[in-house]
């Protein structure tokens, strides 16, 4: 049961960071760090066995695979 609060916990964060445009702006609207958001993202996407974000220094972009998902 445990497994499934994390990746739903997980996809409400993916959504945040697309709707916030950032992993400080999910985090904001969860009361979290963006550290705490980044990694649950990439948890997911390592379940789902895609990236849905290319990372950079200060940035992130949505992937086609991301928009897909988020589809």
Known sequence: ???KLDKFRSLEFFLATI???SFAAAAKQFATDPSTVS???KRLESQLGI???QRS???INLTQAGENYAA
């Open 57 to 59: 220094t200060r940035q």
């Open 51 to 53: 990236q849905l974000f």
């Open 1 to 3: 049961m445990e497994w």
């Open 19 to 21: 709707d916030g445009g």
């Open 39 to 41: 990694k649950a993202i």
